[in-house]
């Protein structure tokens, strides 16, 4: 069954974007980018590719991408309808208007459903890219998270999950120290019993 993974960009005190959406505010560490974009060079979008030095690279992790209305959106407002072009891509939200590409999905059903079928399908993983909504409806599907922790402290804005308190326990199976002061940190869904 293909897994789950909650990759994503955090502040020090746990928010993924500003109060608005912004992002901009995260560092841009190179030892960071060169080492996830080695990893995980299916997470850099599309457009992004060439500059990134991944424009041929093969997926190795994950082969959809699952996200909110505001991940989707900033792509959107640049005029790109397909940020992800080499993933298949679902978009949840109950007031976007479908788009007009055909390889982005806009999905305003349950999400838990969706995800279910997906783990269910053959192939590489599932990466959940945002949002803080989301993340929390899908808590019970996530199998890893991610974090690339940022050494800043954003104060307010979008929380990793922004939901009901329900504790799930997690355990940290990779973590790196980079030279910049970033840390990206594995978690794996603790087994029950």
Not at 7 to 32: L, N
């Amino acid at each position: 069954m293909r897994k789950l993974t909650y990759y994503v960009a955090a502040s020090i005190d746990g928010f993924i974007a500003g109060p608005d959406g912004q992002y901009e505010f995260f560092p841009m560490e190179p030892d960071v980018m060169a080492a996830m974009n080695e990893a995980r060079p299916e997470t850099v979008p599309t457009h992004l590719r060439q500059a990134a030095g991944v424009a041929d690279a093969p997926n190795r992790e994950f082969d959809t991408v699952v996200m909110g209305r505001g991940t989707y959106q900033p792509a959107l407002a640049q005029g790109i309808t397909s940020p992800y072009a080499h993933l298949t891509q679902y978009v949840f939200s109950r007031t976007l208007d479908p788009v007009s590409d055909p390889a982005v999905h806009i999905v305003a059903d349950d999400p838990v459903e969706l995800v279910r079928r997906l783990k269910a399908r053959p192939g590489l993983g599932i990466w959940l890219c945002g949002g803080g909504k989301l993340a929390a409806q899908l808590m019970p599907e996530i199998d890893e998270i991610v974090v690339k922790r940022y050494r800043v402290v954003a104060g307010a804005g979008i929380p990793m999950f922004d939901g009901p308190f329900a504790p799930v326990p997690f355990v940290v199976t990779q973590s790196r120290t980079f030279d910049s002061g970033a840390v990206v940190t594995t978690y794996a869904r603790a087994s029950a019993g």
